[in-house]
Protein backbone atom coordinates (compact mmCIF):
# COMPACT_ATOMS: atom_id res chain seq x y z
CA UNK A 1 0.00 0.00 0.00
CA UNK A 2 1.45 3.22 -0.97
CA UNK A 3 0.56 6.31 0.36
CA UNK A 4 1.35 9.60 -1.73
CA UNK A 5 1.34 13.07 -1.06
CA UNK A 6 1.21 15.66 -3.76
CA UNK A 7 1.18 19.11 -5.30
CA UNK A 8 -1.78 19.43 -7.74
CA UNK A 9 -3.29 22.99 -8.91
CA UNK A 10 -0.77 24.71 -6.42
CA UNK A 11 -1.97 22.90 -3.65
CA UNK A 12 -0.77 20.54 -1.39
CA UNK A 13 -2.68 17.24 -2.38
CA UNK A 14 -2.38 14.22 -0.25
CA UNK A 15 -3.38 11.56 -2.90
CA UNK A 16 -4.99 8.11 -2.14
CA UNK A 17 -3.76 4.49 -1.24
CA UNK A 18 -3.45 2.40 -4.12
CA UNK A 19 -5.36 0.23 -2.41
CA UNK A 20 -9.06 0.83 -1.01
CA UNK A 21 -9.54 2.84 2.49
CA UNK A 22 -12.06 2.03 4.62
CA UNK A 23 -14.06 4.96 5.42
CA UNK A 24 -15.12 5.24 9.19
CA UNK A 25 -17.33 8.49 8.82
CA UNK A 26 -18.02 9.46 5.37
CA UNK A 27 -17.32 13.50 6.74
CA UNK A 28 -13.93 12.97 8.85
CA UNK A 29 -11.31 10.27 9.10
CA UNK A 30 -10.53 6.83 7.61
CA UNK A 31 -8.29 3.69 8.17
CA UNK A 32 -6.62 1.69 5.88
CA UNK A 33 -6.68 -1.37 8.01
CA UNK A 34 -4.12 -2.59 10.72
CA UNK A 35 -2.45 -1.32 12.83
CA UNK A 36 1.29 -1.31 14.27
CA UNK A 37 2.04 -3.85 17.53
CA UNK A 38 4.54 -2.93 20.45
CA UNK A 39 7.27 -4.45 18.13
CA UNK A 40 7.21 -2.15 15.19
CA UNK A 41 7.10 1.01 17.17
CA UNK A 42 10.57 2.45 16.41
CA UNK A 43 11.12 4.86 13.76
CA UNK A 44 14.38 6.01 12.33
CA UNK A 45 15.35 8.63 10.27
CA UNK A 46 18.25 7.56 7.39
CA UNK A 47 19.63 11.02 7.04
CA UNK A 48 20.80 11.59 3.60
CA UNK A 49 19.56 14.51 2.59
CA UNK A 50 20.91 17.41 0.61
CA UNK A 51 19.19 20.46 1.74
CA UNK A 52 21.05 21.96 3.42
CA UNK A 53 17.96 24.07 5.03
CA UNK A 54 17.59 20.25 6.55
CA UNK A 55 20.41 20.43 8.30
CA UNK A 56 20.56 24.50 9.81
CA UNK A 57 18.85 24.09 12.86
CA UNK A 58 21.81 23.13 15.34
CA UNK A 59 20.37 24.36 18.47
CA UNK A 60 19.78 21.60 21.18
CA UNK A 61 16.41 21.81 23.36
CA UNK A 62 16.53 20.20 26.60
CA UNK A 63 13.36 18.41 25.81
CA UNK A 64 15.09 16.75 22.81
CA UNK A 65 18.70 15.34 24.12
CA UNK A 66 21.20 14.79 21.81
CA UNK A 67 19.40 15.33 18.00
CA UNK A 68 19.19 18.66 15.96
CA UNK A 69 18.35 18.86 12.34
CA UNK A 70 16.09 16.86 10.25
CA UNK A 71 16.69 14.03 13.10
CA UNK A 72 14.85 16.67 15.74
CA UNK A 73 11.94 17.37 12.91
CA UNK A 74 11.06 13.52 12.29
CA UNK A 75 11.69 12.66 16.40
CA UNK A 76 8.64 15.31 16.65
CA UNK A 77 6.85 14.34 13.91
CA UNK A 78 6.24 10.87 15.81
CA UNK A 79 6.28 12.23 19.29
CA UNK A 80 3.06 14.59 18.05
CA UNK A 81 1.01 11.11 17.59
CA UNK A 82 1.59 10.28 21.46
CA UNK A 83 -0.76 9.37 24.12
CA UNK A 84 0.73 12.04 26.53
CA UNK A 85 3.39 14.88 26.18
CA UNK A 86 6.88 14.17 25.87
CA UNK A 87 8.29 15.14 28.58
CA UNK A 88 6.90 18.80 28.99
CA UNK A 89 5.98 18.95 25.27
CA UNK A 90 7.75 21.79 25.01
CA UNK A 91 10.26 22.58 21.90
CA UNK A 92 8.47 23.52 18.56
CA UNK A 93 7.42 27.43 18.09
CA UNK A 94 4.68 26.26 15.77
CA UNK A 95 2.58 24.37 18.49
CA UNK A 96 1.65 24.73 22.30
CA UNK A 97 2.84 20.76 23.18
CA UNK A 98 4.03 17.78 21.53
CA UNK A 99 1.72 14.54 22.42
CA UNK A 100 -1.75 14.88 21.51
CA UNK A 101 -2.60 11.45 20.64
CA UNK A 102 -4.52 10.46 23.47
CA UNK A 103 -4.77 6.88 22.40
CA UNK A 104 -3.06 3.20 23.40
CA UNK A 105 -0.25 4.33 21.28
CA UNK A 106 3.47 5.78 21.35
CA UNK A 107 5.88 5.72 18.54
CA UNK A 108 9.32 4.80 19.84
CA UNK A 109 11.93 6.94 18.25
CA UNK A 110 15.57 5.19 17.38
CA UNK A 111 17.81 7.70 15.83
CA UNK A 112 19.62 7.25 13.00
CA UNK A 113 19.83 4.65 10.23
CA UNK A 114 22.29 3.40 8.43
CA UNK A 115 20.88 3.19 5.13
CA UNK A 116 17.14 3.35 3.78
CA UNK A 117 15.85 -0.31 4.48
CA UNK A 118 13.71 -2.33 3.65
CA UNK A 119 9.52 -1.71 2.43
CA UNK A 120 9.23 -2.61 6.16
CA UNK A 121 12.60 -1.51 8.49
CA UNK A 122 10.05 1.63 9.74
CA UNK A 123 12.48 4.26 8.29
CA UNK A 124 12.03 7.72 7.02
CA UNK A 125 14.53 8.65 4.09
CA UNK A 126 15.61 10.93 0.79
CA UNK A 127 14.87 9.75 -2.83
CA UNK A 128 16.18 11.24 -5.63
CA UNK A 129 14.02 12.85 -8.23
CA UNK A 130 10.42 13.36 -7.86
CA UNK A 131 6.97 11.92 -9.70
CA UNK A 132 3.88 13.34 -11.22
CA UNK A 133 4.53 16.33 -8.40
CA UNK A 134 4.53 14.05 -5.68
CA UNK A 135 6.36 15.25 -2.37
CA UNK A 136 6.67 11.91 -0.01
CA UNK A 137 4.61 8.67 0.30
CA UNK A 138 4.38 5.77 3.09
CA UNK A 139 4.45 2.36 1.90
CA UNK A 140 2.49 0.79 4.76
CA UNK A 141 2.22 -3.39 5.37
CA UNK A 142 1.31 -2.06 8.59
CA UNK A 143 1.28 -5.02 10.99
CA UNK A 144 5.23 -5.52 9.53
CA UNK A 145 5.91 -2.16 9.31
CA UNK A 146 6.77 0.58 6.68
CA UNK A 147 8.77 3.00 5.08
CA UNK A 148 8.57 6.88 4.21
CA UNK A 149 10.38 8.22 1.11
CA UNK A 150 10.90 11.88 0.72
CA UNK A 151 11.52 13.15 -2.86
CA UNK A 152 14.55 15.93 -3.07
CA UNK A 153 12.90 17.91 -6.23
CA UNK A 154 11.45 19.84 -3.32
CA UNK A 155 13.53 21.91 -0.94
CA UNK A 156 13.39 20.74 2.66
CA UNK A 157 13.18 22.66 5.86
CA UNK A 158 13.69 21.43 9.23
CA UNK A 159 12.59 24.38 10.96
CA UNK A 160 12.14 24.23 14.06
CA UNK A 161 9.72 27.20 14.33
CA UNK A 162 8.45 29.09 10.84
CA UNK A 163 9.16 28.00 7.52
CA UNK A 164 9.73 29.67 4.25
CA UNK A 165 6.86 29.71 2.09
CA UNK A 166 9.31 28.54 -0.92
CA UNK A 167 10.67 25.03 1.31
CA UNK A 168 8.42 21.96 2.67
CA UNK A 169 8.37 21.74 6.14
CA UNK A 170 9.83 18.61 7.07
CA UNK A 171 8.06 17.89 10.37
CA UNK A 172 4.69 18.65 9.15
CA UNK A 173 5.31 16.22 5.92
CA UNK A 174 6.74 13.45 8.08
CA UNK A 175 3.49 13.45 10.81
CA UNK A 176 1.41 13.10 8.16
CA UNK A 177 3.17 10.18 6.63
CA UNK A 178 3.39 8.87 9.77
CA UNK A 179 -0.45 9.06 10.82
CA UNK A 180 -0.70 6.66 7.52
CA UNK A 181 2.01 4.32 9.34
CA UNK A 182 0.28 3.85 12.09
CA UNK A 183 -2.79 3.08 9.87
CA UNK A 184 -4.70 6.04 9.35
CA UNK A 185 -6.43 6.87 5.88
CA UNK A 186 -6.98 10.19 4.43
CA UNK A 187 -9.65 12.31 6.35
CA UNK A 188 -12.77 14.56 4.53
CA UNK A 189 -13.17 16.30 7.50
CA UNK A 190 -13.19 20.95 7.67
CA UNK A 191 -10.47 22.78 9.35
CA UNK A 192 -7.56 21.37 8.02
CA UNK A 193 -6.45 18.06 9.80
CA UNK A 194 -3.20 16.79 9.77
CA UNK A 195 -4.69 13.74 7.44
CA UNK A 196 -6.69 15.99 5.11
CA UNK A 197 -5.75 15.21 1.57
CA UNK A 198 -5.09 18.60 1.33
CA UNK A 199 -1.73 19.76 3.49
CA UNK A 200 -2.03 23.51 4.90
CA UNK A 201 -0.07 25.92 3.20
CA UNK A 202 3.96 24.17 3.32
CA UNK A 203 2.75 21.63 5.99
CA UNK A 204 3.71 23.72 8.95
CA UNK A 205 0.57 23.52 10.59
CA UNK A 206 0.47 19.76 10.16
CA UNK A 207 2.86 19.28 12.62
CA UNK A 208 -0.18 19.66 15.16
CA UNK A 209 -2.67 17.34 15.14
CA UNK A 210 -6.63 18.76 14.91
CA UNK A 211 -9.80 17.07 16.81
CA UNK A 212 -10.31 14.86 13.93
CA UNK A 213 -7.38 13.28 13.47
CA UNK A 214 -7.30 12.54 17.11
CA UNK A 215 -10.92 10.68 16.88
CA UNK A 216 -9.56 8.53 14.16
CA UNK A 217 -6.40 7.26 16.25
CA UNK A 218 -8.36 6.65 19.27
CA UNK A 219 -11.58 5.13 17.57
CA UNK A 220 -10.58 3.91 14.48
CA UNK A 221 -7.11 1.95 15.63
CA UNK A 222 -5.70 1.72 19.14
CA UNK A 223 -8.83 3.11 21.32
CA UNK A 224 -8.49 6.10 23.81
CA UNK A 225 -5.43 5.76 26.26
CA UNK A 226 -6.46 3.43 29.05
CA UNK A 227 -5.99 5.21 32.63
CA UNK A 228 -3.90 2.26 33.73
CA UNK A 229 -1.68 3.31 30.81
CA UNK A 230 2.12 3.72 32.30
CA UNK A 231 3.44 7.38 32.73
CA UNK A 232 6.39 8.83 33.31
CA UNK A 233 7.31 12.05 35.15
CA UNK A 234 10.73 12.73 35.89
CA UNK A 235 14.38 10.78 36.04
CA UNK A 236 15.86 10.95 38.88
CA UNK A 237 19.08 9.36 40.18
CA UNK A 238 22.06 9.12 37.38
CA UNK A 239 21.84 9.80 34.03
CA UNK A 240 25.29 8.13 33.78
CA UNK A 241 25.95 4.74 32.22
CA UNK A 242 26.26 2.31 34.84
CA UNK A 243 24.52 4.65 37.64
CA UNK A 244 21.89 4.38 39.45
CA UNK A 245 18.22 5.61 37.11
CA UNK A 246 14.92 6.32 38.93
CA UNK A 247 11.98 6.49 37.06
CA UNK A 248 9.40 8.18 38.47
CA UNK A 249 5.61 8.00 37.10
CA UNK A 250 2.21 6.43 37.35
CA UNK A 251 0.85 2.98 36.68
CA UNK A 252 3.98 0.47 36.81
CA UNK A 253 3.17 -3.21 37.80
CA UNK A 254 4.84 -3.95 41.15
CA UNK A 255 6.57 -6.59 38.96
CA UNK A 256 7.86 -6.91 35.35
CA UNK A 257 8.50 -3.96 34.45
CA UNK A 258 11.02 -3.36 31.74
CA UNK A 259 12.66 0.44 31.05
CA UNK A 260 13.42 0.81 27.30
CA UNK A 261 16.07 3.07 25.97
CA UNK A 262 17.58 3.75 22.59
CA UNK A 263 20.02 1.13 20.98
CA UNK A 264 22.99 2.67 19.65
CA UNK A 265 24.10 -0.08 17.97
CA UNK A 266 21.04 -0.88 15.29
CA UNK A 267 20.26 2.57 15.32
CA UNK A 268 23.43 3.31 13.19
CA UNK A 269 24.24 0.57 11.41
CA UNK A 270 21.43 -2.63 11.83
CA UNK A 271 18.53 -3.95 10.50
CA UNK A 272 16.09 -2.73 12.77
CA UNK A 273 15.81 0.21 15.76
CA UNK A 274 14.64 -2.56 18.63
CA UNK A 275 15.21 -0.85 21.42
CA UNK A 276 17.65 -2.30 24.55
CA UNK A 277 15.60 -3.55 27.58
CA UNK A 278 16.24 -3.68 31.06
CA UNK A 279 13.73 -6.41 31.85
CA UNK A 280 12.41 -7.94 35.25
CA UNK A 281 11.92 -4.55 37.02
CA UNK A 282 9.55 -3.87 40.67
CA UNK A 283 8.33 -0.97 41.76
CA UNK A 284 7.84 0.74 44.70
CA UNK A 285 6.14 3.29 46.60
CA UNK A 286 2.64 2.44 45.34
CA UNK A 287 3.75 1.26 41.70
CA UNK A 288 5.06 4.84 41.45
CA UNK A 289 9.08 4.20 41.16
CA UNK A 290 11.65 2.25 39.70
CA UNK A 291 15.05 1.71 40.06
CA UNK A 292 18.16 0.65 37.82
CA UNK A 293 20.88 0.46 36.47
CA UNK A 294 21.87 2.21 33.78
CA UNK A 295 23.34 -0.37 30.86
CA UNK A 296 27.13 0.57 30.50
CA UNK A 297 27.20 -0.22 25.96
CA UNK A 298 24.75 -0.37 23.35
CA UNK A 299 22.48 2.54 24.34
CA UNK A 300 22.32 6.32 23.49
CA UNK A 301 20.15 9.22 24.63
CA UNK A 302 16.95 10.64 23.09
CA UNK A 303 13.65 9.03 24.75
CA UNK A 304 12.99 6.11 27.40
CA UNK A 305 9.96 4.37 28.07
CA UNK A 306 8.48 2.18 30.63
CA UNK A 307 6.35 -1.12 29.26
CA UNK A 308 4.08 -2.47 32.15
CA UNK A 309 3.96 -6.03 32.63
CA UNK A 310 1.38 -7.68 30.58
CA UNK A 311 0.85 -7.36 26.52
CA UNK A 312 -1.23 -5.10 24.42
CA UNK A 313 -0.95 -1.53 23.32
CA UNK A 314 -2.03 0.14 26.84
CA UNK A 315 1.17 -1.71 28.88
CA UNK A 316 4.30 1.00 27.07
CA UNK A 317 4.32 4.80 27.81
CA UNK A 318 4.90 7.30 26.57
CA UNK A 319 8.31 8.60 25.36
CA UNK A 320 10.09 10.87 28.23
CA UNK A 321 13.52 12.77 27.56
CA UNK A 322 16.79 10.98 28.62
CA UNK A 323 20.10 12.65 28.52
CA UNK A 324 22.65 9.71 28.48
CA UNK A 325 25.59 11.18 30.56
CA UNK A 326 24.04 14.34 30.44
CA UNK A 327 23.66 14.66 34.71
CA UNK A 328 25.31 16.27 37.31
CA UNK A 329 28.63 15.01 37.67
CA UNK A 330 28.81 13.11 41.24
CA UNK A 331 24.92 11.82 40.76
CA UNK A 332 24.69 8.48 42.50
CA UNK A 333 28.18 7.81 42.32
CA UNK A 334 28.32 6.17 46.31
CA UNK A 335 25.70 3.29 46.47
CA UNK A 336 23.64 3.06 49.39
CA UNK A 337 22.07 -0.04 50.53
CA UNK A 338 19.14 -0.38 53.40
CA UNK A 339 16.31 -2.38 53.69
CA UNK A 340 12.78 -1.40 52.26
CA UNK A 341 10.84 -2.79 54.82
CA UNK A 342 11.90 -2.21 58.74
CA UNK A 343 9.89 -2.57 62.13
CA UNK A 344 9.08 0.12 64.94
CA UNK A 345 11.45 -0.66 68.00
CA UNK A 346 13.76 -2.50 66.00
CA UNK A 347 16.87 -2.29 63.64
CA UNK A 348 18.14 -1.72 60.35
CA UNK A 349 22.30 -2.27 58.88
CA UNK A 350 22.77 0.79 56.12
CA UNK A 351 25.55 -0.13 54.04
CA UNK A 352 27.62 2.58 51.87
CA UNK A 353 30.32 1.54 48.87
CA UNK A 354 31.90 3.09 46.04
CA UNK A 355 33.17 6.40 48.19
CA UNK A 356 35.71 8.32 47.87
CA UNK A 357 38.13 6.58 50.78
CA UNK A 358 38.56 8.72 54.01
CA UNK A 359 35.68 10.35 52.87
CA UNK A 360 32.66 11.72 55.19
CA UNK A 361 29.82 10.31 54.40
CA UNK A 362 26.18 12.24 55.76
CA UNK A 363 23.39 9.99 55.86
CA UNK A 364 20.15 12.12 55.18
CA UNK A 365 16.57 11.55 55.19
CA UNK A 366 13.40 13.08 54.01
CA UNK A 367 9.74 12.17 54.02
CA UNK A 368 9.97 13.06 50.30
CA UNK A 369 11.37 12.29 47.39
CA UNK A 370 10.87 15.54 44.79
CA UNK A 371 14.74 16.28 44.75
CA UNK A 372 16.64 19.58 46.60
CA UNK A 373 19.56 21.13 45.67
CA UNK A 374 22.53 21.19 48.49
CA UNK A 375 24.99 23.16 48.37
CA UNK A 376 24.67 23.15 44.71
CA UNK A 377 24.42 19.84 44.23
CA UNK A 378 21.23 18.09 43.02
CA UNK A 379 19.53 15.07 45.34
CA UNK A 380 16.66 13.32 45.03
CA UNK A 381 15.48 14.21 49.09
CA UNK A 382 13.06 16.28 49.32
CA UNK A 383 13.83 20.01 50.60
CA UNK A 384 12.48 19.29 53.99
CA UNK A 385 15.92 16.59 54.41
CA UNK A 386 17.58 16.39 57.94
CA UNK A 387 21.10 14.59 58.55
CA UNK A 388 20.69 11.56 60.32
CA UNK A 389 24.62 10.71 61.49
CA UNK A 390 27.65 10.24 59.14
CA UNK A 391 30.49 8.04 59.19
CA UNK A 392 34.34 7.94 57.37
CA UNK A 393 34.62 5.87 54.37
CA UNK A 394 37.32 3.31 54.72
CA UNK A 395 40.24 2.25 52.39
CA UNK A 396 38.06 0.50 50.57
CA UNK A 397 35.40 3.13 50.36
CA UNK A 398 32.60 1.72 52.69
CA UNK A 399 31.13 2.32 55.85
CA UNK A 400 28.36 0.81 57.95
CA UNK A 401 25.63 2.07 60.36
CA UNK A 402 22.99 0.72 62.58
CA UNK A 403 20.03 2.76 62.74
CA UNK A 404 17.69 2.14 65.64
CA UNK A 405 14.30 2.01 64.22
CA UNK A 406 12.24 4.66 66.60
CA UNK A 407 8.64 2.71 68.14
CA UNK A 408 6.78 5.49 67.31
CA UNK A 409 7.38 5.42 63.18
CA UNK A 410 4.69 2.88 62.35
CA UNK A 411 3.15 3.13 59.38
CA UNK A 412 5.86 6.14 58.01
CA UNK A 413 7.88 5.65 54.83
CA UNK A 414 11.31 7.31 54.99
CA UNK A 415 13.88 8.44 51.97
CA UNK A 416 17.38 7.83 52.98
CA UNK A 417 20.35 9.09 50.89
CA UNK A 418 24.26 9.81 51.12
CA UNK A 419 26.07 13.43 50.39
CA UNK A 420 30.01 13.77 50.82
CA UNK A 421 31.88 16.49 50.08
CA UNK A 422 35.31 16.03 49.47
CA UNK A 423 37.81 18.74 48.45
CA UNK A 424 34.78 21.17 47.56
CA UNK A 425 33.67 18.05 44.61
CA UNK A 426 30.15 17.16 45.65
CA UNK A 427 28.76 12.96 45.04
CA UNK A 428 25.67 11.52 46.85
CA UNK A 429 24.04 7.68 46.22
CA UNK A 430 21.28 6.46 45.01
CA UNK A 431 17.72 7.39 47.10
CA UNK A 432 16.42 4.28 48.98
CA UNK A 433 12.81 3.73 50.46
CA UNK A 434 12.03 2.38 53.54
CA UNK A 435 8.82 1.80 55.17
CA UNK A 436 8.45 1.09 58.58
CA UNK A 437 6.04 -1.30 59.88
Known sequence: MKNVLRLSLGSLLLAGTVTVVVPENASAWSTIGGSLGLTQRDYRIYDNFTDSTCHDNTTAHSNWPEYTEVELSAWKAGAEWGSRSLGDGSGDGSQNNVGDGGANFNFIWAGNAGNTGGYNGNIISPLSGSSGGVLAYCETPISDGWRIRFYESWTWDDGPD??????????????????????????????????????????????????????????????????????????????????????????????????????????????????????????????????????????????????????????????????????????????????????????????????????????????????????????????????????????????????????GASGMTVYMECGANTAGVITDSNIQQITVM
Open 162 to 407: SVPSSRMDFQGVACHELGHALGLGHSTAGGNPTMSAYASGNGVSDRSIASDDIAGIQQGVYGAMSSSMPEVTDLQGSLNAGGTLIVVGNNFSSTGNEVWFNNNGTSANGPDGDPVKVTNLASTNGGTQISLTIPTTGIEGGSIHVKKSGSGNSTLSEGHPFDLNGGQPGLNTITLFAPTLVFAGGSAILDVSRATPGAKVYLLYSMANTGTTIFGHQFDLGSNWKVLTNLTADSAGTGSYSLNVPS
